[in-house]
Structure formats: structure tokens, C-alpha cells
């Protein structure tokens, strides 16, 4: 069982910056898979950021070159740096933890950029 907690979101500005973070818990942090995904209104649920335990990373079109995943395995922690943010990219972010067995998703932290 994995517990995941987001913090980290808010309002800003169209062009600035946020850091989401993701904490979980358990002991084998380092082996799932880690993704942030967002639900805009009205819209569906999309993967915007994954990385692996071995630290490749992907991303959404939308958000490459503006978004850095990363992950701190000593802190149980991943990461979602958003850079140049647009209005597009308000949404509630969730955390998502995966492995063979299941996944585990967060509560979720909502961004909204507006002016």
C-alpha cells in the first residue's frame, strides 16, 4: 500500500512558475514508476510527466521544454517543476505511483494560472 501527498500548487500568473511535489509513503519508493497527471475541466484525465526507478522520463507534447519531472528516492519524493506557465495549463495535478501489482494515486493539488 502506497499513501501519496501533493502540495505545492496554487494561482499564478501566465509565465511564471510553480513546484508540485509529491510525497509517499512505504519503502519501496524507488521501484514504482511516478507520473503527474492533470484533469482540466471538462476535459479527461492525461498523462503529463512519468518517470522510472532507473530516472527516463517522459512527457506530454504540451509540456515539453516548460516541465521537469524528477525524483528524490532518499525523500520518497517526486517532483514537477513548471515553467512558463499558460492558462491551458490549469487543471487539478494528481500524483500516480505504479508497479506490477496496482497503482496509487494521490488526492490531487489544483494549479490555476490565470492573470
Known amino acids: 500500500q502506497v499513501q501519496l501527498v501533493e502540495s505545492g500548487g496554487g494561482l499564478v500568473q501566465p509565465g511564471g512558475s510553480l513546484r508540485l511535489s509529491c510525497a509517499a509513503s512505504?519503502?519501496?519508493?524507488?521501484?514504482?514508476?511516478m507520473g503527474w497527471y492533470r484533469r482540466a475541466p471538462g476535459k479527461q484525465r492525461e498523462l503529463v510527466a512519468s518517470i522510472i526507478s532507473g530516472g527516463t522520463t517522459t512527457y506530454a507534447d504540451s509540456v515539453k521544454g516548460r516541465f521537469t519531472i524528477s525524483r528524490d528516492n532518499a525523500k520518497n519524493t517526486v517532483y514537477l517543476q513548471m515553467n512558463s506557465l499558460k492558462p491551458e495549463d490549469t487543471a487539478v495535478y494528481y500524483c500516480?505511483?505504479?508497479?506490477?501489482?496496482?497503482?496509487?494515486w494521490g488526492q490531487g493539488t489544483q494549479v490555476t494560472v490565470s492573470s
Open positions: 500516480n505511483a505504479r508497479n506490477a501489482y496496482g497503482e496509487y
Open positions: 512505504g519503502s519501496t519508493f524507488r521501484l514504482y514508476a
